[in-house]
Every structure is written in C-alpha cells, then in structure tokens.
C-alpha cells in the first residue's frame, strides 16, 4: 500500500484509460457497454491475451504518472465494460443464453440470466490489483460494479425479488473488496450509475445493498455515479440535475463521485453530501478538446463555492476508456496542472 496524498485537491481518475488500438476492436467497442462478455472485440488470441493486457496496462499506469495524477487505477484495460468482467464471473449467472433489458440509452440489450443463488466462487480482480500495486508506488485505487448497478443489468429468474438478488451481489463485491485490500488497495470504488436510472427502486434499498458491499473495508471508499459515457449518452440528452443524489450521504463511503464538467449541473446539490469528500467531474469526456489548466481550474472554483478544499477531489466525469490516449492524456494532463494553479491559491 501507498500513503495517501495529504494536500489539497488531490487529482483521480474515475477508473478506465483508452486500451490501445492493437488490443481491442474500438470501432465495434464503440456506442456499446457490453453487460454479457464480448470475447470478439479483442485482437489479441487467447493464448497471448493476458501479456498483451499486462503491457497495456503499464502503459496506462505510465500515462496517469506523467500526467502527474495523484491516486491512479490500472486503467480498466482488461474490462470490456466497467460491470461485466465482475458480473459474470459468478456462480448462479448464465451467460450462455442471455435474456434482454432496456439500457439506460433506452435500446434492449443483452444481459445475464440469474438462474441461481449469486456466489463469488473465486477472485476476480485480485490479479489486476497484484499487478497495479507492483507497477507503481503511487496510491492505488481499484473500481468494482455496485451491487445496485449489477441487478439492474441482469434478468432475475431464481430470487423472490430484486433487492434479495443485489444483496447477495452485494456480498460477492464485499469479499472481493476485502481480496483488494490485502493486496495493496488503498481505495476501493463502486460504480453505481444506475441509481440515478432507477431512482424510485434504488430509494427503496440501493443504500442498504451499497452499506452491505463496503462493510468492514477500512480503507477510503467511493460511490461513483453518471449520467452515461459521453460517447453513448450525448451531452444534450443528460438531465440537469440528479434524480438520486443525497441519499447517498447515508452511505458508509467516504467519497461520492458525481459528473459536473459535461452537464449543467446546480452544484448547489453538493451540499446535500456532506459531510461527505466529493469527487468532482471537472473534465469534459463529450469532446475531444483538451481543456485548458485555467478552464480546470476555472471548473475546481466554482466546486470550491460549495465545498471546502478538503472535501474537493478534482477527477473527470466519467471512464475516459472511448476517447483516444493522445486526447486523455492531454486532458488528465490539464487536470494536474489546473489543480496545482488552485492548490496554490489556496496556501
């Protein structure tokens, strides 16, 4: 494990990096977030897979690093999507024979079948954070699907109901989560985008199966949510505002992540998560237009109007895996920079 930075407005990325052309089909990887596996989109056989992901992955670590990043991730780059490398790794998930549900673009998609009882039979992710943490001596974040997310992107054909379903994903995150820890994490984020699709379900029990999947963790948390990657979900189709939002201040997390830099979102809605850190989107993935540090800093100011320096963690909106590394490295290069012009406003 790494120490955590101790100053102010310490920079993060929401979890996925660009793989690399030679790795994944991005033409066919485009416009899709895949909830079943989609073994055609890589490029690389069988065989060879897992060194060529190795090698993508120190080139990610790389990239956050000289892009002066202070808490890094792997890049995602062995996930085909952020949910379903986890998703379908669990006993009681078929994948064989896929039923469909409306995505939050609002298309049918294919997901997994529940036919069973959800069991984490074996770790998933332990080998990504074992790699992570010996390739980099910064602080190491590592991002798993939210057992709320999870039941929302499979058909539920064995359990009495929905939230008996997301408990038992919650467990399985849980002992993952704690997997993660002991092999160097020093912080565990849930991806939880689907809150905001779902807000009447999830107020019925999204905090309670989130509670469940962060019990017992003890190093700092996230709960990270979206309007949708920019590359699927257009700019001019995301809402304003976020239907499910303060109700994660009843959250055991730490942090709360939330887009801000894309969508004209009130921020007054951050007061609502104290006394909870808030990672801030302050970086546009709608665009390829590398922002300016100033315009970052710009976007950090105006969070600072809502939320005291150190509960403010400078991030991008969103998984930066759909734009080009040349574009995301620029950006997450802006994003140190326009931190540092506030960080030293700040002293």
């Known amino acids: 494990m790494a120490p955590l930075p101790t100053h102010l407005l310490p920079t993060t990325v929401v979890g996925s ?21 989609m073994p055609e989109m890589w490029r690389i056989p069988e065989p060879e897979l897992e060194q060529a992901q190795d090698d993508a992955t120190i080139v990610a670590i790389r990239d956050m690093e000289r892009a002066g990043i202070d808490i890094i991730t792997d890049g995602e780059i062995r996930r085909e999507s952020y949910s379903n490398r986890f998703a379908t790794a669990l006993e ?58 999870m039941s929302q992107q499979a058909k539920n054909e064995h359990y009495k109901d929905d939230e008996e379903m997301a408990m038992d994903f919650a467990a399985a995150v849980n002992a993952e989560a704690h997997d993660l820890v002991q092999a160097g994490a020093d ?12 807000p009447e ?22 709960v990270h949510l979206c309007f949708g990657y920019a590359a699927v979900v257009p700019g001019d189709t995301k809402p304003q505002k976020y239907a499910f939002l303060a109700e994660l201040a009843d959250t055991t997390a730490d942090q709360i992540s939330i887009e801000a830099a894309q969508p004209s979102v009130d921020l007054g809605v951050l007061r609502e998560l104290a006394p909870k850190k808030v990672m801030l989107g302050v970086l546009n993935l709608g665009t390829n237009e590398i922002e300016t540090p100033d315009l970052v800093a710009q976007r950090i100011r105006k969070g600072l109007e ?29 994003l140190a920079d326009g931190a540092a012009i506030v960080r030293k406003e700040l002293v």
């Open 92 to 149: 009681g998930v078929d994948i064989e024979s896929p039923a469909e549900v409306i995505a939050r673009s609002g298309h049918r998609t294919p997901v997994p079948r529940v036919v069973g009882p959800i069991r984490r039979t074996r770790p998933v992710e332990l080998r990504d954070m074992q790699f992570l943490r010996a390739n980099t001596s910064k602080p190491a974040k590592i991002t798993l699907p939210g057992p709320f997310t």
């Open 306 to 334: 809502y939320l005291s320096p150190e509960r403010l963690i400078p991030a991008p909106d969103c998984g930066m895996k759909y734009l080009s590394r040349d574009v995301a490295f620029g950006k997450l290069r802006a």
């Open 201 to 222: 379900v999830a107020k019925r029990y999204a905090v309670k199966v989130i509670n469940r999947a962060l019990e017992g963790i003890k190093v700092p948390t996230v």
């Open 17 to 37: 990096t660009p793989q690399p052309d030679w790795l994944v089909d991005r033409a066919m990887l485009s416009k899709v977030v895949p909830r079943i596996r």
């Open 187 to 198: 912080m565990i984020q849930l991806d939880e985008p689907w809150v905001r699709q779902n």
